[in-house]
């Protein structure tokens, strides 16, 4: 069974680009989750997804960061326009059910604002 | 504050000796603990977890984690470390209150001398 899986691996991108990060979740997963770790500090919970309706998107940054997830499959990640600071390691992970919460992580995507 | 702390940024151990990582919590709950690994160019893989019961768990790679109330603690052990698990550690809560979101810890990078 394949893990969750996320694209790209790495993004180099100028300040004021705009990316795009997808994750795909284990399949039969409804929640699924973004993180994000910035250099040096904690690992950060962005949102949270059941199916398609966002669940929980207190962590989300600021309005520049846009998560959809059409269908209720894989998810994207938007950030326009990027800046230094989102530069990073965004994790996706996803979970059968809420109960005991055991999510599945990704290799994550390195964003890197320059 | 709500936070999960672990006081050592590097270890270095030798191989074959003992580790111990350690990991502290301040919730007014006792939460879900977890730890989890993150080897260089992998995702985040759930070593092991403690729900409620047996306050000594066991966990894949050979490591083990026992939860100590009186002390908020979740420490992390293997009795003998091989070169392999050289790799950062987290430890993690899910609080009681959260449906959704981990609460991580800053890590701990393991490095392995020969």
């Known amino acids: 069974e394949a893990g969750v899986t996320q694209f790209p691996s790495h993004s180099v991108i100028e300040k004021g680009q705009t990316v795009t990060l997808r994750c795909d979740p284990i399949?039969?997963?409804?929640?699924l989750y973004w993180y994000r770790r910035v250099m040096g500090k904690e690992i950060k919970f962005l949102l949270h997804?059941?199916?398609?309706?966002?669940?929980?998107e207190s962590g989300m940054p600021n309005n520049r960061f846009l998560a959809e997830r059409t269908g209720g499959t894989y998810s994207t990640l938007k950030v326009q326009p990027a800046e230094l600071e989102d530069s990073g390691v965004y994790f996706c992970?996803?979970?059968?059910?809420?109960?005991?919460?055991?999510?599945?992580f990704g290799a994550g995507t390195r964003l890197s604002v320059l | 504050a709500q936070s999960v702390t672990q006081p050592d940024i590097h270890i270095t151990v030798s191989e074959g000796a003992s580790l111990e990582l350690r990991c502290n919590y301040s919730?007014?709950?006792?939460?879900?603990l977890f730890w989890y690994v993150q080897s260089p160019g992998q995702g985040l893989q759930l070593l092991l977890k403690y729900f409620s019961g047996d306050t000594l768990v066991q966990g894949i790679k050979g490591f083990e984690a026992e939860f100590k109330r009186s002390q908020s603690s979740f420490n992390l052990r293997k009795p003998s470390v091989h070169w392999s698990d050289a790799a950062e550690y987290f430890c993690?809560?899910?609080?009681?209150?959260?449906?959704?979101?981990?609460?991580f810890g800053s890590g701990t990078r393991l490095s392995i001398r020969p």
């Open positions: 992970a996803s979970s059968q059910g809420l109960t005991k919460n055991i999510q599945y």
């Open positions: 997804f059941v199916k398609e309706s966002k669940q929980d």
């Open positions: 399949s039969g997963h409804d929640n």
């Open positions: 993690a809560v899910v609080p009681y209150s959260s449906a959704s979101k981990i609460i």
């Open positions: 919730y007014g709950a006792t939460p879900y």
